[in-house]
């Protein structure tokens, strides 16, 4: 049974940072396109970045430069470093194990979901 769980979410100032980790078990990170989520109420899951098997990076662009994923194949952990984060950072952010087809920038393409965690970005 695949279970994909997020922590690392809170409250930060702007200008803050934070680092979001995905813990799989069941699922060998390694072996698998993972990807960053976030969605606000009533809006649309967004896109927030990718890490193919090969260690290939994709980014949104409204948080390239300031966020990075990574993956630690040892811990069987994704995670994501996010700084100089503004408010309109502020959603709830999803890990997505498993592509199994078509662009990695769609959530419909993914198998697995963690529960979300929330991040909040004020002062």
């Known amino acids: 049974q695949v279970q994909v769980i997020e922590s690392g979410g809170g409250l930060v100032q702007p200008g803050g940072s934070l680092r979001l980790s995905c813990a799989a078990s069941?699922?060998?990170?390694?072996?698998?396109?993972m990807g960053w989520f976030r969605q606000a109420p009533g809006k649309e899951r967004e896109f927030v970045a990718a890490?193919?098997?090969?260690?290939?990076?994709y980014y949104a662009d409204s948080v390239k430069g300031r966020f990075t994923i990574s993956r630690d194949n040892t811990e069987n952990t994704m995670y994501l470093q996010m700084n100089s984060l503004k408010p309109e950072d502020t959603d709830v952010y999803y890990c997505?194990?498993?592509?199994?087809?078509?662009?990695?920038?769609?959530?419909?393409?993914?198998?697995?979901w963690g529960q979300g965690t929330q991040v909040t970005v004020s002062s």
């Open positions: 997505a194990a498993d592509l199994r087809s078509g662009s990695y920038s769609s959530p419909d393409n993914y198998a697995f």
């Open positions: 890490i193919y098997r090969s260690g290939r990076t």
């Open positions: 069941g699922l060998p990170l390694s072996a698998y396109v």
